[in-house]
Each structure stands twice: as structure tokens, then as C-alpha cells.
């Protein structure tokens, strides 16, 4: 299943820029380091949204899970880098309950599943 309505996903620059890009958040910490290993930095943060926008087009969600909350989307696949490299990243959308606007959640670094 492909994310809906994938033209209108929104990614909140707030979530590139303190939490994916950076350095001193707790938990954004070692993301930032991953990313940046591939070219994203925060003076052109940008860059990685369209990546994560881009990444949400090409590839199906392989788990899309309902909560009470709204219906969440994990997103596997190569993610187009500055550096031309595609690291494998999992991604997490969620749209909430009544609305219909994807939401970037958060990106983190993913194991490529085998075939079987």
C-alpha cells in the first residue's frame, strides 16, 4: 500500500531540524550523525525533506497499522542522499484520526530485508 494522498505529506522543518540534524538532542543525537555520514547537514535541512518526500512516493508502506489516534505508515527503501549514496532507511508517517495529511514522524537507519 502506497502512502495516501503522498503530493500533500508534510514534513515540519522543526522535525529535520531539532531532532534529525541534531547534535544535542538525546535522542536525535545518533540519527544526526547517520544522516550527516551522507551529505544532509542542517544549513540546507531542505535537502533531506525532499529526500523523505520523495522516499514516501517511491516505496510501499510495509506495515500501515490503525491506532485510536489515526493510522500510522512504516516506509522502507534506499533514501537519496547528497552524496549519492542511498542509505537504507525506515520512515514513519502517520495521518490522524479525521484528517488526511500525511505527517512525517521520524527516519532512522533500517536493515535491508532478504528475499525469500
Avoid: N, Q
Amino acid at each position: 500500500m502506497r502512502l495516501p494522498r503522498v503530493g500533500e505529506a508534510e514534513v515540519p522543518p522543526g522535525k529535520i531540524l531539532d531532532y534529525l540534524l541534531s547534535f544535542s538532542h538525546p535522542a536525535g543525537r545518533s540519527k544526526a550523525e547517520f544522516f550527516s555520514r551522507f551529505g544532509f547537514t542542517r544549513d540546507r535541512w531542505e535537502l533531506l525533506a525532499i529526500a523523505l518526500l520523495r522516499h514516501a512516493s517511491a516505496y510501499e508502506a510495509i506495515k500501515v497499522e490503525d491506532t485510536e489516534f489515526g493510522t500510522k505508515y512504516t516506509i522502507d527503501g534506499p533514501l537519496d542522499a547528497p552524496d549519492r549514496r542511498a542509505p537504507y532507511v525506515r520512515v514513519i508517517w502517520f495521518v490522524e484520526e479525521g484528517e488526511t495529511t500525511p505527517r512525517f514522524v521520524t527516519a532512522s537507519p533500517a536493515r535491508r530485508r532478504s528475499a525469500i
